[in-house]
């Protein structure tokens, strides 16, 4: 897509001098080129749209980012819980973000999905997947202030689109990879790298 701004692919037991933690969790190392996270408990990002749920403390490992950018990962998922998730996020402020995971649901379809919050409201498009598709790679790809999520299909070897939206705050922002545990914690995320182009 174009020049490599950022990549860490885990190579080394310390991260990135320009990698920070939103949230660190209790339980993270890295180890075999890999980022791997377990979850703490009752941790998420959403803010108010369904029930006046809000939560703000999931866990975010980010990089400042200006400018037009394509942040991508490559990420396995050993789910345990409902609602366990994990992905990539671009975040403004607590108000405004997004967010693009694959969710866990025990008794039906997994759901690859895209949050978007804007003034404090969170919306949620989502479409199943299979149990099996615990594996894959995503990317955001920001341009000017339109944001494009993509998800990358091994069958037909091309990224495929999920949405295409706007965020309304536009200063520098965190990009980064993300997991959560609204339920139970102990989900394990193993992220390959984060690249920024």
Same mark, same amino acid.
Request: aromatic fraction near 14%.
């Given at each position: 897509?174009?020049?490599? $701004?950022?990549? @860490?692919?885990? =190579? ?8 920070? &933690? ?8 890295? +180890?075999? %080129? ?5 979850? #703490?408990? =009752?941790?998420?990002?959403? !803010?108010?749209?369904?029930? *006046?749920?809000?939560? #703000? %403390? ?13 942040? =991508?990962?490559?990420? $396995?998922? #050993?789910?345990?819980? !409902?609602?366990?998730?994990? *992905? ?5 402020? @607590? ?22 919050? %804007?003034? *404090?409201?969170?919306? &949620?498009?989502? !479409?199943?997947? @299979?149990?099996?598709?615990? @594996?894959? $790679?995503?990317?955001?790809?920001? =341009? *000017? ?11 037909? #070897? ?38 920024? +182009?």
């Amino acid at each position: 897509m174009g020049n490599i $701004k950022f990549l @860490e692919s885990f =190579e080394q037991l310390s991260l990135s001098s320009k990698l920070n &933690w939103y949230n660190e969790p209790s339980n993270w190392r890295t +180890e075999k %080129n890999q980022m791997v996270i377990s979850t #703490d408990p =009752e941790t998420d990002f959403w !803010q108010k749209t369904h029930y *006046g749920f809000q939560a #703000d %403390n999931g866990h975010l490992l980010y990089a400042k980012m200006s400018g037009n950018f394509v942040l =991508e990962t490559h990420v $396995k998922c #050993d789910f345990k819980n !409902q609602y366990d998730q994990a *992905g990539l996020m671009v975040r403004v402020s @607590e108000d405004c973000w997004v967010k693009t995971s694959v969710e866990f649901e025990p008794h039906e379809p997994n759901k690859l999905g895209t949050v978007v919050t %804007n003034h *404090g409201y969170s919306d &949620w498009s989502t !479409q199943d997947v @299979e149990d099996s598709f615990t @594996e894959f $790679k995503v990317r955001i790809i920001r =341009e *000017g202030s339109t944001y494009i999520v993509q998800n990358y299909h091994t069958v037909s #070897d091309e990224w495929i689109q999920i949405r295409m939206f706007h965020l309304f705050d536009q200063t520098n922002v965190m990009a980064g990879i993300y997991c959560c545990s609204p339920k139970k914690g102990g989900f394990q995320a193993a992220f390959d790298y984060v690249k920024i +182009e």
